[in-house]
């Protein structure tokens, strides 16, 4: 490392918390984390800190969790902190142009996609969704815009066949956390340049909508295949069946043929819009997922069942 830099973090999900790390490993100091307030979870709604949070507390870390950073009082605070530069991954609230403005080199962010393709909250889902066959991680220098600021660092990696959302993500979390301390380091060394992001080809990554989850059968199963792929392991795509919701939280596409929404055979292998999908490893409500031949064991799907 050339620079030592007073940086505040920012960021909120699991995906986060190995560029936090990453930034410690190289020897810069944390000034403060940001991150989102800690949210009513499980059966009993107790409040549970974020992924981000719980590391930082671990660490020893000063952690602020304002709702908001549109007000005087937060923005002043921020300023105080007199920052050499912020690193956002995630955090999940538009920063104004005080904050932007607050660190001597600026706020960078870990942006999950090849940008402009996937700007928005969901870039690994819609990513896989879409069936693209590669996406990677930007390091951005941000502006006010939703991830438009000019790219500092960019690199790809492949969306393989069988490859999840958790797997890309993992990926994707790891790559961010190599190349944020290198752009860090680019920016307070001068040797990188932001370069504008293209015109062309920007997509918008929307947020997961909850019945985007719910499977139609009617469709190819190629198309299936990236739904379940694209929701697991959560929400995880699900069809109804007997008053009750099954996931699916894998599946291989094949070339059989039969009646929409129906049990073809024992694997189970369902018929769909075009093809069929052989479910591979399933999830009752409550319960964790399992390979398909221990959930027939003790799950009935003979042939001939129509599902939801």
């Known amino acids: 490392m ?46 549970r800190p974020s992924a981000v949070q719980a590391a930082a507390e671990a660490r020893g870390l000063s952690v602020r969790y304002p709702k908001s950073l549109k007000s005087a009082e937060v923005q002043a605070e921020f300023a105080a902190l007199a920052l050499d530069i912020a690193v956002v991954v995630a ?20 942006h999950a996609s090849l940008l402009p393709r996937w700007r928005g909250a969901a870039p690994i889902q819609r990513a896989i969704l879409a069936g693209d066959t590669e996406t990677g991680v930007t390091i951005m220098q941000m502006d006010e815009g939703l991830d438009t600021g000019a790219a500092l660092i960019t690199r790809s990696v492949e969306i393989g066949p069988t490859m999840n959302a958790g797997d890309l993500h993992d ?8 190349m944020i301390v290198e752009a860090v380091e680019g920016v307070a060394d ?19 909508a909850r019945d985007e989850a719910q499977i139609d059968w009617g469709k190819s199963a190629a198309e299936i295949d990236r739904q379940v792929r694209a929701f697991a392991p959560v929400p995880g795509a699900w069809f109804a069946h007997a008053g009750g919701r099954i996931k699916v939280q894998a599946a291989t596409p094949t070339t059989a043929r039969g009646p929409v929404a129906t049990v073809l055979d ?27 031949g221990d959930f027939l064991r003790g799950y009935a799907l003979p042939p001939g069942t129509k599902l939801g």
């Open 2 to 47: 050339t620079t030592r830099l007073r940086v505040a973090f920012m960021g909120t999900p699991d995906f986060s918390v190995a560029s936090l790390d990453a930034l410690i490993a190289a020897g810069h100091e944390i000034a403060a984390v940001y991150c989102q307030p800690p949210r009513p979870a499980g059966r009993g709604h107790k409040e």
């Open 91 to 110: 955090y999940g609230l538009i920063l104004p142009k005080a904050i932007l403005d607050a660190p001597r080199l600026g706020c960078l962010n870990i």
């Open 171 to 178: 990926l994707l979390a790891a790559l961010g956390a190599e």
């Open 190 to 208: 001068d040797s990188l340049i932001a370069v504008p992001q293209p015109l062309e080809g920007v997509t918008y990554a929307a947020k997961i």
């Open 266 to 292: 024992n694997m189970p292998t369902i018929g769909c819009g075009e093809g069929a999908l052989m479910l591979v490893r399933l999830q009752r409500e409550g319960r964790g997922p399992t390979m398909a």
